[in-house]
């Protein structure tokens, strides 16, 4: 069967065709029986499901009327209904909605306001009185006109939807043939493109000019011919049918979309194309689904016809299309997680644990190797910082941007894909496959409408996710600056084809890039091999380099995991019970839930890091990376992320720290000093860094620094407080310098107050 773009409604003798074998009258009287008397074996509370439900939409809280065929099996202790209603699934939606119709009870609540079906049926109940009194006035009874009857279609407020056994198996959309037409079906497939929402007639009302009255049409194709003469009883009888003119407003509509959905790469057969097929979603199924999404879609499989000049081309061809029943998606996104009392329980015990950090970062594709530290600036970014929104509109992003810069080899392609597969909400693209229109948004012409119309690209796609964008090297000058307002402004500005708006594009960009010779070449500077502009370096909150360097003890842990993954199909045992990727999502949601803002007495301490860094690197007589304002709005994101991370409503000095440390490890990743292995050691490192600070101060205490400021130049430089404690220790020893307390008799280990140079080396 061809899939190609469906344009009219189905054949009438397959959507309605019946068995003649099958009693339908029974059958209804059965599914009444099912409504009234079904009690779930699940439910405590013993309470009849169904009716609960009915008097819900009796209520007008509730739209749906949800049947599981589980239920329907377990009320009937067999599955002949269930399948009779799988084999014919369009014409029990309509005995479902006729026996709703039947036990549907009493409202039991108040509405203020009043819809469309109660003012033509007070207007209806007035006609009728009046056509009454005239005909008692006239001394000849009032027969029940045919045509001024409600149709049911217009007085029911709710839609029946059937939900497949949990067992149902789930097939391919390539599996899916002529025989399931008709029937109910559960293919698994990702949605690539989803048109927008539109009304579709389903009653329409008309009112006749003659006799006053509204005659109602229902509508079951996507193209109908309008009634002209009234075809009631009054008209028939003067021999003067009135002209009908239709009321929109009392018409009755339904939300309409269509969906194209396509199998997944992994089904196509070998040197097969992926096929499609049109899925048209109604009701409160529509906009469930967003391109990209992964679902199990459940639905009638369906025949259509062609109409107009296509009709002739395809002669007794057909199309096909699906009607949805119900969508389940395979990856929920963050806001509509619904997390279990255990769950709840389970993340808290996380979030007390110290070392959830850390484990975070080790159980984030533990098939790869090391990368401990891009892992760790991985989960920030998925966490992310908090958006701001000032007084006069101005927005402060809280998205984190990252760029892998490597050898080939490093691994830096299977961390883009596995954070796809992490993340609800991500898209992957590489550079030569994408252009600066495909990243955006283009224009295209609708199908349907023939209107001009935009096709959001990658990353308007990626709102409120993360953008993988692998060989970001490959991709084109001109295509590059394209992302240039996404990544600060996060919006997609559009002028084209007399179409002049603004997308949002929300999203985390997550780049892999090779250097400019494919291999980085220490014989030249950064700026050199990254090959890449300032202004797009600025915007990345973190760039790291990561080299292959042979070293034979690396090589030789790296070769033993390697070929440890390949014999047993997973990755070596860790010291702790490693996270499953739905916990690590279900931790990442909660975090997200938390808006930690930044305490007043931490800004000195930040702003006294962020001037350090600027100085150091104007000290430097060639930079691998530049430092500017944007690198302080950095560290406020990884900041908060960290404070998300802990569960916590403050940002901690810790979290400043990790931040630095995490900034400067990125740094030192660029440095040709730190690739060959830096010939002095941490504790030098320190006394060096110390020393050019004490050399800049100038004053009556120029050779004196106080601990939180040298506490943030050895934070600035991606160390602990652990080693500036073990550098004083050595250094006091030796009578270079000379702390100073605040307590006549400190204690072991205590910070002092102030450090003195007490000299100089040469």
């Known amino acids: 069967l061809s899939t190609r773009e469906p344009c009219a409604e189905p054949f009438a003798e397959v959507s309605t065709m019946a068995d003649p074998s099958i009693d339908y009258q029974i059958e209804s009287e059965k599914v009444q029986d099912f409504l009234k008397n079904f009690v779930s074996e699940y439910d405590d509370n013993s309470t009849e499901k169904y009716m609960d439900m009915l008097q819900e939409i009796a209520n007008r809280s509730r739209r749906v009327l949800d049947v599981e065929l589980d239920d329907v099996i377990s009320h009937f202790a067999n599955d002949e209904l269930a399948t009779e209603i799988r084999k014919n699934t369009r014409r029990y939606q309509t005995i479902f909605s006729e026996a709703a119709d039947a036990v549907m009870p009493q409202s039991t609540g108040v509405f203020m306001d009043d819809d469309v079906v109660d003012v033509l049926m007070r207007q209806r109940e007035a006609q009728l009185e009046e056509a009454e009194r005239a005909a008692l006035a006239a001394g000849q009874p009032a027969p029940p006109d045919p045509a001024h009857v409600l149709p049911p279609s217009l007085t029911r407020r709710y839609e029946v939807r059937f939900a497949a056994p949990v067992k149902e198996n789930v097939v391919k959309l390539r599996e899916v043939k002529a025989q399931h037409i008709g029937q109910m079906v559960v293919m698994k497939a990702i949605v690539t493109r989803v048109q927008d929402v539109r009304p579709m007639m389903q009653v329409a009302v008309y009112t006749c000019e003659e006799c006053g009255f509204e005659i109602y049409q229902d509508v079951t194709s996507s193209t109908f011919s309008p009634m002209e003469q009234c075809p009631g009883n009054r008209c028939k009888m003067n021999a003067r049918p009135g002209q009908l003119f239709l009321q929109t407003r009392g018409s009755k509509f339904m939300k309409y979309q269509e969906v194209k959905v396509q199998e997944l790469a992994e089904e196509v057969p070998v040197g097969s194309i992926p096929r499609m097929l049109s899925v048209q979603m109604k009701g409160e199924l529509t906009r469930t689904v967003a391109p990209g999404d992964m679902v199990d879609i459940t639905g009638i499989f369906l025949p259509i016809q062609y109409t107009g000049f296509r009709a002739m081309k395809a002669g007794l061809v057909a199309n096909v299309y699906l009607e949805a029943l119900g969508v389940k998606q395979h990856k929920q996104k963050y806001a509509e997680q619904v997390h279990s009392d255990e769950l709840k329980q389970q993340i808290r015990e996380w979030a007390q644990d110290g070392d959830i950090y850390s484990k975070l970062a080790r159980s984030l594709a533990p098939e790869i190797f090391g990368h401990e530290d891009i892992k760790k600036a991985i989960i920030l970014l998925l966490i992310g910082g908090v958006s701001r929104t000032l007084a006069d509109g101005m927005k402060l992003r809280g998205d984190m941007h990252l760029c892998l810069m490597g050898d080939p080899g490093v691994a830096k392609s299977q961390l883009l894909k596995y954070v796809t597969k992490l993340a609800p909400r991500a898209v992957y693209t590489t550079g030569r496959g994408s ?21 959001g690209g990658a990353l308007v796609l990626a709102d409120m996710g993360v953008c993988c964008i692998d060989e970001f090297d490959k991709m084109e000058e001109s295509d590059r600056t394209a992302i240039h307002e996404v990544m600060e402004q996060q919006t997609v500005s559009i002028a084209k084809a007399g179409i002049t708006t603004t997308l949002n594009a929300r999203t985390s960009v997550l780049a892999a890039a090779n250097p400019a010779w494919g291999r980085y070449n220490t014989n030249r500077t950064p700026e050199e091999n990254i090959a890449l502009p300032a202004a797009l370096l600025s915007r990345f909150d973190l760039l790291w380099l990561i080299l292959d360097r042979a070293d034979d003890e690396m090589d030789t842990a790296l070769a033993q995991h390697v070929l440890h993954v390949h014999k047993n199909l997973a990755p070596p045992a860790l010291d702790f019970t490693p996270m499953r990727t739905s916990d690590i999502r279900s931790y990442v949601a909660t975090a997200r839930q938390k808006n930690p803002d930044v305490p007043e007495d931490l800004a000195p301490y930040i702003s006294t890091a962020y001037a350090d860094m600027r100085e150091a690197e104007a000290d430097e007589d060639s930079p691998g990376t530049y430092t500017t304002a944007r690198t302080l709005l950095s560290i406020l994101r990884m900041s908060q992320a ?20 995490l900034m400067k490890m990125s740094k030192i990743s660029l440095s040709e000093d730190f ?12 006394y060096d860094s110390l020393i050019k600070a004490i050399g800049r101060q100038r004053g009556a205490d120029a050779d004196t620094i106080t601990f939180d400021r040298a506490l943030g130049i050895t934070s600035s430089k991606g160390y602990t407080r652990e080693h500036l404690m073990a550098c004083l220790e050595d250094y006091v020893t030796i009578g270079v310098w000379m702390a100073e307390y605040d307590v006549p008799d400190p204690a072991p280990g205590q910070a002092p107050l102030r450090i003195r140079l007490v000299q100089t080396e040469d």
């Open 435 to 455: 252009s600066g229109v495909g990243l955006t948004a283009s224009v295209m012409r609708d199908p349907v409408t023939s209107d001009m119309v935009l096709e």
């Open 642 to 661: 960290l404070a998300r991370l802990r569960l916590a409503d403050q940002v901690a000095r810790s979290d400043v720290d990790e931040a630095l440390r």
């Open 675 to 686: 690739n060959k292995k830096a010939k002095t050691d941490i504790i030098s490192s320190i």
